[in-house]
């Protein structure tokens, strides 16, 4: 509609400019003209036949100039010979008026001409050359070009590092970009190069750190954890620093430690942000996990055998995901399908996953608590959730541009029944 409203609004502003000329009409300048080429005319007329009558001129050279003269004025009114009338007994009024309708005519039939040509010549060429379905694809293909000039940037340093293997400050730049792309595997390698050769810096320990977490499924247990928490002995206010250690404390069940981390770096985020507001949400679940643990610790003295853990798979949730067959050729048999369950409101960690392959499809799977990324954020805690299968062309955890995806919106985890994802849209 905002497409057809400016097309509409630029033909009427063409016809603004162009029209009126054509419409509008000059009588005044055209007869003050006109009157003028009729006196002088007139004026030659009369000289002619007073040299007639003085025997200057003959009959037949009269009336050659005679008719030189009729056409010359006919000329100068932009008119054919008005009849056969001859100039002497043609009222100037007569010539004046003929002149200024044939001029006022004129104009107008152009300006109808224009009205109707201009939309219709425009509406069939763009009819026959334009493709209005590219107005609902600008974002879309706005962004390819951005990210297909950055992943040869990022090919080009990773070559030149090749050559430069001591450009610490080149490894740490080539780690952010893979980072960005969601190549976590060579982010890895890139800020692995960088630690080597920078050393116990806090920065880059993190940055390592968290690359290896991603590369784990984001599992900060062992060498992630150890990075972490030696950069929070350098530097205690490290605002990555203290969310990574909350996240490896809860994910080892320390939820007084976790709780302890995220308090302060709740205090350092900026009031109301919406960083703030999802480090509350979790310490409000940490908060309800903490008296449970707590009080299994002060049972486990007096306790000869401790009592058995409910299996993982007491809660879950069966699903079975397809591919819809109009995007089967979108996909490659070896592309990553992720299912997943999400919070309905809050953090969009999943709460329990499952990684697979395109060419495991159609598949049937069941998330459980044994499957979730945090202890904190796992199926059990929720009465509600979104279900959720994507095939990623990266194999990228994040979503982006161009992955394939089927939801639920809405599933109680009470409700036994199969569920079935269809993955039948695109992300844009």
């Known amino acids: 509609?905002?497409?057809?409203?400016?097309?509409?609004?630029?033909?009427?502003?063409?016809?603004?400019?162009?029209?009126?000329?054509?419409?509008?009409?000059?009588?005044?300048?055209?007869?003050?003209?006109?009157?003028?080429?009729?006196?002088?005319?007139?004026?030659?007329?009369a000289e002619l036949k007073e040299q007639l009558q003085n025997g200057a001129l003959s009959q037949a050279l009269y009336e050659e100039q005679l008719v030189e003269l009729e056409q010359a004025l006919s000329d100068d009114l932009d008119i054919s010979r008005i009849g056969s009338l001859p100039i002497a007994t043609l009222p100037p009024s007569m010539a004046v008026e003929s002149h200024v309708k044939a001029v006022s005519s004129q104009g107008r039939w152009m300006a109808w001409v224009l009205m109707l040509a201009i939309p219709l010549v425009a509406g069939s060429l763009y009819w026959t050359l334009g493709n209005y379905q590219s107005l609902s694809q600008v974002e879309q293909t706005a962004a390819a070009p951005e990210l297909e000039q950055m992943t040869k940037m990022v090919a080009g340093l990773a070559e030149r590092l090749e050559k430069q293997p001591d450009d610490a400050l080149g490894w740490t730049m080539l780690g952010r970009s893979?980072?960005?792309?969601?190549?976590?595997?060579?982010?890895?390698?890139?800020f692995g190069h960088a630690y080597k050769l920078l050393g116990d810096q806090p920065e880059i320990m993190l940055l390592y750190a968290d690359a290896l977490a991603f590369a784990n499924d984001?599992?900060?247990?062992?060498?992630?954890?150890?990075?972490?928490?030696?950069?929070?002995?350098m530097e205690p206010d490290n605002v990555t620093g203290l969310w990574l250690g909350g996240m490896a404390k809860a994910q080892a069940g320390d939820f007084t430690a976790a709780m302890d981390l995220w308090k302060k770096l709740e205090a350092l985020l900026p009031p109301g942000s919406e960083a703030q507001q999802e480090i509350q949400v979790l310490l409000a679940k940490l908060a309800t996990q903490i008296p449970e643990s707590a009080a299994q610790a002060e049972s486990k003295p007096v306790q000869a055998k401790a009592m058995p853990a409910p299996p993982a798979s007491a809660?879950?949730?069966?699903?079975?995901?397809?591919?819809?067959?109009?995007?089967?050729?979108?996909?490659?048999?070896?592309?990553?399908?992720?299912?997943?369950?999400?919070?309905?409101?809050?953090?969009?960690?999943?709460?329990?996953?499952?990684?697979k392959q395109v060419s495991d499809l159609p598949l049937t799977v069941e998330l459980t608590d044994a499957m979730a990324m945090m202890p904190t954020m796992k199926l059990s805690n929720f009465e509600q959730v979104k279900l959720l299968a994507r095939i990623s062309k990266s194999g990228g955890a994040m979503?982006?541009?161009?992955?394939?995806?089927?939801?639920?919106?809405?599933?109680?985890?009470?409700?036994?029944?199969?569920?079935k994802i269809v993955i039948n849209s695109r992300i844009k």
Not at 218 to 233: H, N, S, T
Not at 327 to 332: E, N, V, Y
């Open 399 to 419: 979503q982006q541009s161009g992955d394939l995806i089927g939801v639920i919106e809405q599933v109680a985890l009470a409700d036994k029944s199969l569920q």
């Open 1 to 45: 509609m905002l497409f057809l409203l400016i097309v509409s609004v630029m033909t009427l502003a063409a016809f603004l400019i162009v029209l009126p000329p054509l419409w509008r009409k000059h009588p005044v300048a055209a007869a003050d003209q006109d009157q003028r080429n009729i006196t002088i005319a007139r004026q030659r007329l």
């Open 218 to 233: 984001e599992q900060m247990d062992g060498k992630p954890a150890e990075l972490v928490f030696k950069a929070l002995a």
């Open 315 to 355: 809660v879950g949730i069966n699903i079975q995901v397809s591919l819809a067959p109009e995007l089967q050729k979108s996909a490659s048999p070896t592309d990553t399908v992720f299912i997943y369950a999400q919070a309905l409101s809050g953090p969009k960690m999943p709460l329990a996953i499952v990684r």
């Open 178 to 190: 893979y980072k960005y792309l969601q190549q976590h595997d060579k982010a890895v390698d890139a």
